[in-house]
């Protein structure tokens, strides 16, 4: 079913994305500042069901680009995504339909919709992650199909590039990462030219209206002093990996990635234990020593252990006292040819990639 | 309008490499490309700056990258097509004619290649009068002409279009491409009118390459070459040490050269990024960009590059005047000692060889 936005769904999606967002896809507040904004101008928000885009429809993929932890300190200007679909516009001599969302992340969710409010076209339901992804080439739109060129990449300062033709996905990320790291560590990006056929078949899809449900979740147990880990696991599906307070945080930026590890010192039902978790932007691993406990495409969420809260890497401080959870991945993700660009060996880790969201590892 | 067969490609080749002031890439790689591009397309029509019409629509063609990868790396032939044919659909219309960026090395042979290779007509002019290392010190940038859009190609099949505010960050982004490409990229770049190219181009510089050239062959030597150039003896000497890095997409370091005859006893440093940029004799500057800063092999007049630059090799070190456009002040803001990190003040280098021929006396 399609719908549209209205200001009270904003706070909603983006904490819900920011939970799909697994410590990544951009800072939830950023994210809801800038859709908020063109909401009070008067601009209008389409979302629109993968089962109601047009076969024909001519659909572009938009996002943010770069380390979160630059985004929080170089605000983007607002339309850097709207300019990258416009650099694809005039490469394609084409106007746009509808906008797919890159990823769900707290920022990046709401980009999406930004975008399609400043040109004034609809929002996929879906993306193309079912959570954040910190490369390229693990957009579901290019694993199962979709070209990897054209794309392009603007900035806050005007700049624009536009890769009309790359060898494959893995220089389409090579290259956008390094334009966007010279853009300054954070750029627009509109990728994947695909038609309404194939957005509707490569997308994960109505995940605008998930991180929605679960952002009300979350809202609603507050209000009711319910348990809002409860509400977002009743929604999601998925468990309670561990409870604890973080005790340290190694983040270094790297190529234009936030890499490190988050290490938490167990309370409650963990005392006595140490968790880390492993990122590169979003969660990939979770371990305890060198046991590993969940990996990608798992979705590995750290929560405020009260408000239920998602908390992206770049704000993760000593202190905090969180909820690790595991939420089980869409099952776009964990196909073979998906598992080869999303499964812990992408990402360098030599295991086979086994769902822990459905185990309990305390039985 | 002339025609440019194969034969003149060796004489050029030389010229281009004696302009290329140590840059601009090894032009026997871009002497081969062109050859073969003539071979299969046949003779590329060469036109004067100042025969072109007003409305023609033209752009520079070159390599961009580090010589020292450049001589490994070379290019396949079709990624200067690609470059090309995606400038083109930017622009949304056809480009009449192509134009040398820099006279030096690979980067006035190769777009040669490319002139045959598209069948279009090359425009006897550059935007540098020699190499330089980086995109934004073309005269056009002097005359407020934008080098963008500007079209990136690679041999595996790789190609960008960028956009930019201004020169210097079309400098930044295309560097980073072209390190990400592998640290070379053929290019297609500051789209002009015929009547901007006339305004703000050094015309006949692929004559004066030519010219170069054949007086080295025809062994006319080193005393040909500055007679042509305008130029001076700076240093004669042997190759005591070169240390090269590739850096950012550069190679930058410093030869070392020892005198012989009337010059035993002293040193001579040349210090280079990609291009030579600043000589020193015995810790005193006596030559500096924009003037060209030539090195020859002191038998034959030759021009080396600084990749090929090696411990032993008898060199005279020559230095020429640059165009005049480089000497104003926006020039010297783009190309002046300065801009590359040396606090010196530029003195034209015939203003420094008569001081120190007044000195001397």
Partial sequence: MSWE???ADLRP????????????????????LRARELLRGGARMGVLDPDEVPDEALVVSAGGMGAPVVSWEKLPQGDEEAEAVRALEEHVRRRVDAIAPLEMGGSNSLVALAVGALLGVPVLDGDGMGRAFPELQMVTYLIYGAPPAPAAVADEKGNRTVLSRV????????????????????????????????????????????????GEAIEGAGARGGDAVDAILEVTGGRRLFQGKIVDVERRLVRGFARGSVTL??????????????????????RRGEELLA????????????????????????????EVLVLPPSPVLT????????????FGYDVDYRPAWATDDRA | MRLLAEEALEDLAVGAAILGTGGGGNPYIGKLLAQQAIRRDGPVEVVGVDEVPDDALMAFSAMMGAPTVMVEKIPRGDELVHAFEALRERLGRPITHLVPAEVGGINSTLPIAAAARLRLPLVDADGMGRAFPEVQMCTPTIYGISATPMALADEKGNTAVIETIDNRWTERISRSITIEFGCTALIALYPMTGAQARESLIPATLLLAEDLGR???????????????????????KVADVERRTVGGFARGEARIEGTDGDAGSTLSIRFQNEHLVAVRDGEVVATVPDLIIVLDAETGEPITTEELRYGFRVAVVAAPCDERWRTEAGLELVGPRYFGYDVEYVPIEERAAASRAGAR
């Fill in chain 1, 265 to 286: 010192e167990g309370f409650g039902r963990n005392i006595g234990e140490k968790l880390s978790v492993d990122f590169q932007n979003e969660n990939l691993i979770a």
């Fill in chain 1, 5 to 7: 936005i209205v200001e």
């Fill in chain 2, 215 to 237: 007086l080295v062959r025809r062994g006319r030597g080193i005393d040909g070459l500055l007679e042509r150039l305008r130029g001076h003896r700076l240093f004669e000497g």
């Fill in chain 1, 295 to 322: 990996v990608v495409p798992d979705l590995i969420t750290l929560v405020d252990v009260d408000s239920g809260e998602p908390l992206t890497t770049e704000v993760l401080r000593y202190g905090f006292r969180v």
């Fill in chain 1, 13 to 32: 999606i983006a904490t819900g994305a920011a939970v799909l967002g697994t410590g990544g896809g951009g800072n939830p507040y950023l994210g809801m």
């Fill in chain 1, 167 to 214: 060898a494959d996905v893995y220089a389409l990320e090579r290259i956008a990462r390094a334009v966007t790291v010279e853009y300054g560590g954070h750029a627009g990006l509109a990728m994947c030219v695909m038609t309404g056929v194939q957005a509707r078949s490569t997308c994960v899809p109505r995940t605008l209206t998930l991180a929605k449900r679960i």
């Fill in chain 1, 335 to 346: 196909t073979p040819e998906a598992l080869r660009f999303v499964g812990p060996r992408a």
